[in-house]
């Protein structure tokens, strides 16, 4: 079974605080994906990545950066954290590139920003 | 730009009621499908997917989906649900426009009364 873990599933921060959110997959997966998921938006795809030290910006990159310095491993930065990043983060991964390929989630961090 | 729409957000019923939820997206070329489950404190899985051929596709749990091309539509069905299907459901579409970014619906939180 693929695994995807994240470092936390709840996190406190203040603002103008840096952040860093983690993600480990077990599987050798190529692409791996940071979403953040708010109540009647669904999951709207921050960054994403299809190799090592490879990223692309998704659909909202405003406010965080990406790191990928080992295949398993995929980091979400927020620079300065803000109220408005309040939200749930997961992070996901998927074998190969195309658009059949099935991803995979993690659980999930739950960020609060004060 | 792309999106996909879900028509419920939230949606009651009682064991053993038929289940129909819509998803409709708005890219005009070929494209992959999916729904995503996510279960009460668990992760977001893959509940079924269409790639090509039978538009009539079965996923796990007694779940099938429908892709009427001509209604750019994939609507998920179940003859008889349970208060175990009691989750949130997340039609998701990768168009094929050269990249791998998937985009989801709002969901559609489903609540089966025992």
């Known amino acids: 079974d693929v695994k995807v873990t994240q470092s936390s599933r709840y996190l406190v921060k203040r603002t103008g605080e840096k952040v860093f959110l983690e993600c480990v997959q077990d599987?050798?997966?190529?692409?791996m994906f940071w979403y953040r998921q708010d109540p009647g938006l669904g999951l709207r795809l921050i960054y994403f990545?299809?190799?090592?030290?490879?990223?692309e910006k998704g659909d909202i990159p405003e406010g965080y950066s990406v790191s990928r310095e080992k295949k398993e491993r995929f980091s979400l930065i927020l620079e300065s954290a803000s109220t408005n990043q309040t939200s749930m983060y997961l992070c996901a991964s998927s074998l190969l590139a195309g658009e059949q390929e099935t991803q995979y989630f993690g659980p999930g961090t739950r960020l609060l920003v004060l | 730009a792309q999106s996909v729409s879900q028509h419920n957000h939230h949606v009651i019923l009682s064991e053993a009621a038929s289940l129909e939820l819509g998803c409709n997206y708005s890219?005009?070329?070929?494209?992959?499908l999916f729904w995503y489950v996510q279960y009460p404190g668990q992760h977001l899985q893959l509940l079924l997917k269409?790639?090509?051929?039978?538009?009539l596709v079965k996923g796990i749990k007694g779940f099938e989906a429908e892709f009427i091309k001509s209604k750019f539509s994939f609507n998920l069905r179940k003859p008889s649900v349970q208060w175990s299907d009691t989750a949130e459901y997340f039609c998701?579409?990768?168009?094929?426009?050269?990249?791998?970014?998937?985009?989801f619906g709002a969901g559609t939180r489903l609540f089966v009364k025992a």
């Open positions: 998701a579409v990768t168009p094929y426009t050269g990249g791998f970014k998937t985009i």
């Open positions: 599987m050798d997966h190529e692409n």
């Open positions: 269409y790639f090509s051929g039978d538009p």
């Open positions: 990545s299809y190799d090592v030290k490879m990223k």
């Open positions: 890219y005009g070329g070929t494209v992959n």
